[in-house]
């Protein structure tokens, strides 16, 4: 049984041909293509930035198809159906990606994966919450976000994602602590 988890977690299955592909045989094909047309792996425009826009709109494009109950072109079920893409740019881990996302003409299309006026996924929210409690300013981090991403985040957006877990620490805090914690200390020198 773990040969076969093994070889699922280095493989994955063509949804097109119904073939193995070896994940790192693809990452290896896509970086020696990237490097061929001299694609950088970060940055704006770069390898990670183009994965990611393409996972992204492939999956939003999946959850309208769900919605809809049809595939893009196919016979629609109700009057409802796709109504063109409009753009928006989303800030992730690696920087701002620039997805479409697509719309339908009755307007009920909620995405899940990048929802309505939200541009940060969560993932940015977590690195925000790891730098304010290493002791950074909101200055701070938005140079480094700038510094690293390539992205503007403003103060205000910084202190309102704090903001967001400040009750939950407060509470955390103020927990009522149990009246013995064990303590043992270990010594050794090998």
Do not use: C
């Amino acid at each position: 049984m773990a040969d076969t988890t093994e070889l699922l977690d280095e493989a994955m299955i063509d949804p097109v041909t119904g073939e193995i592909i070896d994940q790192k045989e693809l990452a290896q094909r896509l970086l020696a293509q990237a490097k061929e047309e001299g694609v950088s792996l970060t940055g704006p425009g770069g390898l990670l930035s183009q994965l990611t826009k393409n996972v992204l709109e492939t999956a939003v494009d999946a959850e309208l198809t769900e919605h809809l109950g049809h595939e893009h072109g196919g016979t629609p079920i109700a009057e409802n159906m796709r109504n063109g893409t409009r753009v928006k740019t989303v800030l992730t881990e690696i920087g701002p990606v620039e997805i479409e996302v697509p719309r339908d003409r009755d307007g009920s299309f909620e995405p899940m994966i990048v929802p309505k006026r939200k541009r940060r996924l969560d993932g940015v929210d977590q690195i925000v919450l790891s730098l304010t409690a290493r002791g950074l300013t909101t200055g701070e981090i938005a140079a480094h976000f700038d510094e690293v991403y390539g992205a503007k985040v403003s103060k205000d957006t910084i202190s309102r994602i704090t903001e967001k877990v400040a009750g939950e620490l407060a509470e955390w805090t103020s927990r009522p602590l149990d009246p013995l914690y064990p303590v043992i200390f270990v010594d050794a020198i090998r």
